[in-house]
C-alpha cells in the first residue's frame, strides 16, 4: 500500500507527533491529457486533474482530512460546516470515519441532489436555513464561538494547508510546474490552497518557477471580478454559487502575485464546457468544475498564447453529484422501443455507418 495524503507531504504539513494520521484514500488523483479540447484551444499541452477521483467525488476531501486530523489533536467533540454541498458530503464522511458528531448548514433547496444524498447516507445532522451560502458561513462562524464544534469551512486554516497538496501532485507528475492553471473560484480557498503549493515548492527548490493562476466565477455569482460581493449570486453551477468569497484577498493575491487572471465564464459557456467534457473527453464533471474549462476556452477565443503552453485544468467534482444536470442538458435523446429483435435490428443498422 502506498503512502496516505498526510503522510506523503508530511513534511510540508502542519503535523505534530500527536496528529492522528488518518485516510479515506484521498489525493493522488488522475492528470488526463486532452484528447480534443486542447486542440481546439491551441493548446499543445493540456491536462485535467480530476479532483471527482476523491473519495466523497470532490477535492473538499484534501482539506477535510487535514482540518478533521487537527480537530482530533486538539480533542474537538465534533465539526460544524456550512456547505453548497461538497464541504458537507466531505465532513460528513470524515466525520463518521472519526467517530465524531458533524453538522452541515445548508441553503434550503440550493444543495445538488447527489450531495444531499451523501450527507444524509453519512449520517450527518443536517440544517436547511431558508437562506444562501454566504449567510450560512456568517452564521456557522458566530456558532463555533460559542459551541464545542471545530469549524471546518475553508476559513480554517488547516483547510487550505491539505488543498495545497494537488499542486504538489502536479508538480511531482509533470516534473515541473504547468504555464497555466485554470481552476473555478467560488469561496476562493481552492485558488489560494494552490497558490501556497506551488510558491511553497517553488521556496523549497522543488520547482523552478510558478504557473500563471487563472480564475473563473461565473457572471451571476463574480463578486472577485466586479469588486464587490454580491448580495442574491445567480449560477447553474452551485458549488461556485458565492457572493461573498471567505478567501477574496487570497484569490487577488494568487492572480496577482502569478501574474494571472480571474474571468467571467456565462452559464452557457459553463454548460457548453461541461458537455464537451463529457462527450469529447469522457470527463463527467459537475458544472462548476467546468467552468475551468470554459474560462480556458474564453481565454483561447481571446488569443491567448496557449501554443507550446503547458496548461492545468483542475476538474474539481465529479458529475454523479448533480445528476439532474445531466439530464437536463443531455444532447442524445433516449429512443424508446419494444424488447424485439427486429426493431432493435433495424434502429442500430441505422445508426451503423
Ligand atoms: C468547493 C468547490 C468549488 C469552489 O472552490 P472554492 O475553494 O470555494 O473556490 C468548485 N467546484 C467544486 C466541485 C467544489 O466543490
Not at 176 to 200: H, M, Q, S
Request: glycine share 10%.
Amino acid at each position: 500500500m502506498g503512502l496516505c495524503l498526510l503522510e506523503r507531504y508530511r513534511h510540508l504539513l502542519p503535523l505534530t507527533d500527536k496528529t492522528p494520521v488518518i485516510t479515506l484514500g484521498e489525493g493522488q488523483t488522475p492528470l488526463v491529457r486532452s484528447r480534443h479540447i486542447g486542440a481546439r484551444a491551441g493548446c499543445s499541452e493540456l491536462y485535467f486533474k480530476l479532483e471527482g477521483c476523491n473519495p466523497t467525488g470532490s477535492f473538499k476531501d484534501r482539506g477535510m482530512v487535514m482540518a478533521i486530523a487537527k480537530a482530533l489533536e486538539e480533542g474537538s467533540q465534533g465539526i460544524m460546516c456550512a456547505s453548497t454541498g461538497n464541504t458537507s458530503a466531505s465532513a460528513a464522511a470524515y466525520g463518521a470515519y472519526c467517530g465524531i458528531q458533524t453538522i452541515v448548514v445548508i441553503p434550503e433547496g440550493d444543495v445538488a441532489k447527489g450531495k444531499m444524498a451523501q450527507a444524509i447516507a453519512y449520517g450527518a445532522h443536517i440544517v436547511a436555513i431558508d437562506g444562501n451560502f454566504d449567510q450560512a458561513l456568517s452564521l456557522v462562524r458566530s456558532l463555533t464561538d460559542k459551541l464545542p464544534f471545530t469549524l471546518v469551512n475553508s476559513v480554517n486554516r488547516y483547510r487550505l494547508e491539505g488543498q495545497k497538496t494537488a499542486a504538489f501532485e502536479i508538480v511531482d507528475e509533470l516534473g515541473e510546474p504547468p504555464d497555466y492553471l485554470c481552476i473555478p473560484v467560488g469561496n476562493a480557498g481552492n485558488i489560494t490552497a494552490y497558490w501556497k503549493g506551488f510558491t511553497e515548492y517553488k521556496a523549497k527548490g522543488l520547482a523552478s518557477f510558478t504557473p500563471r493562476m487563472m480564475g473563473f466565477q461565473a457572471e451571476g455569482a463574480s463578486p472577485i471580478v466586479k469588486g464587490h460581493p454580491i448580495s442574491s449570486p445567480k449560477t447553474v453551477a452551485s458549488a461556485i454559487r458565492i457572493g461573498n468569497p471567505a478567501s477574496w484577498k487570497g484569490a487577488l493575491t494568487a492572480r496577482d502575485e502569478s501574474g494571472g487572471a480571474i474571468e467571467i465564464v456565462t452559464d452557457d459557456e459553463i454548460i457548453n464546457a461541461y458537455r464537451l467534457l463529457a462527450r469529447e473527453e469522457g470527463i463527467f464533471c459537475e458544472p462548476a468544475s467546468a467552468a475551468s474549462v470554459a474560462g480556458l476556452l474564453k481565454l483561447a477565443a481571446k488569443n491567448l498564447p496557449l501554443q507550446d503552453k503547458r496548461t492545468v485544468c483542475v476538474i474539481t467534482g465529479t458529475g454523479l453529484k448533480d445528476p439532474e444536470m445531466a439530464s437536463q442538458f443531455a444532447e442524445t435523446p433516449i429512443k424508446h422501443l419494444p424488447a424485439d429483435l427486429k426493431t432493435l435490428e433495424e434502429h442500430l443498422r441505422s445508426l451503423a455507418r
